[in-house]
């Protein structure tokens, strides 16, 4: 039998961090309802609300979690800084005016005591001291790769920067793709166009090039959430690449295609263009010396031409990575 009927949990959640977590499954194991108040002013602009809402949709699905409710944003909330007897009123305001009335305020701060009798709730002090989760959203926010632990991987994934590895044919880059992703001690991402090409045979449609490119997307997605990511993802070719393959090989491509490669302009926070400079290997897949100039030049002007600034890496493997980790600050 629940401790009580309608549980209240308020909260920045900037980020969502493992502190938060125990609060809100102390508050789900005690009650037979929970709502959950995201706010902040100043908002987060590198996570806004509307994002930390997701995280908690996501971690806590209703589907498994149905007694939880996620209460939306309410208009001029207090600043941050003003006094919590303003952010009491506030707060006892807006959910008499959605008629949300917890019996039961589950908090980990000083201030929960006085919040919750604002709101003649019960007052259910969870981790306090910090003991079973040594850390606040502050020190998150000050270095949230350096206590990445802290983040279920769903969260640290929106601050894992992408990292993209460019090049025709033979140029080295699928080599060091990998090469800078285990320098860097991350997660990269293989060329997806490779696994498609070789199960098609080579026969490629527009279809393919489509799927190639949406594939190629979910594979970022899962190594930026892989718990053994750290600040980057070193990814293995891109959509704007895949556009240029459709159009050698089938003549076309499909108005998808050309919207994921647009938005490979912001999609990378760096561009790296492994070089001609390594010698042609021919794999039985390849086109020759000659045909990898016209892909290389192909790409190189696909860059110049959406406005993308890149980084020329010349040279051997190791000379390369070093390279690449100098314009990362690695």
Request: hydrophobic share 40%; net charge negative.
């Amino acid at each position: 039998m629940p401790e009580f009927r309608h549980g209240l949990v308020v909260g920045k959640f900037a980020p969502l961090h493992r502190g938060h977590m125990l609060v809100l499954d102390r508050a789900l194991a005690a009650c037979d309802r929970v709502s959950v108040w995201v706010y902040s002013r100043p908002d987060f602009p590198d996570m806004p609300s509307p994002l930390r809402r997701g995280w908690l949709r996501e971690l806590y699905p209703a589907r498994l979690f149905p007694g939880l409710e996620l209460l939306p944003d309410a208009p001029n909330p207090p600043l941050n800084t003003e006094p919590d007897a303003a952010h009491r009123a506030y707060v006892r305001g807006v959910l008499d005016g959605w008629g949300v009335r917890p019996d039961a305020v589950f908090t980990s701060e000083a201030y929960g005591e006085a919040f919750a009798a604002s709101l003649g709730a019960a007052h259910v002090s969870v981790d306090a001291a910090r003991v079973t989760v040594p850390v606040s959203g502050t020190a998150l926010r000050a270095d949230v790769h350096g206590l990445r632990h802290f983040l279920d991987p769903l969260v640290y994934a929106t601050f894992v920067r992408r990292v993209v590895i460019l090049g025709a044919e033979s140029t080295g880059k699928s080599t060091l793709t990998r090469a800078l992703a285990e320098s860097l001690g991350t997660t990269w991402v293989r060329e997806y166009g490779r696994d498609v090409y070789e199960r098609e045979h080579g026969a490629l449609s527009p279809e393919h090039f489509l799927e190639i490119a949406r594939g190629h997307r979910a594979l970022e997605a899962e190594a930026a959430a892989t718990p053994g990511v750290h600040r980057w993802v070193v990814s293995d070719t891109d959509a704007a690449t895949t556009l240029m393959w459709s159009y050698l090989l089938t003549g076309t491509a499909l108005p998808e295609l050309h919207a994921l490669a647009d938005a490979c302009r912001r999609r990378y926070a760096h561009v790296f263009l492994c070089d001609t400079d390594l010698p042609h290997e021919q794999d039985g897949w390849r086109a020759n010396t000659e045909v990898r100039a016209v892909q290389q030049a192909f790409i190189r002007q696909e860059l110049h031409t959406r406005g993308v600034p890149f980084h020329d890496l010349r040279g051997t493997v190791p000379e390369r990575v070093a390279q690449a980790r100098a314009v990362l600050g690695e």
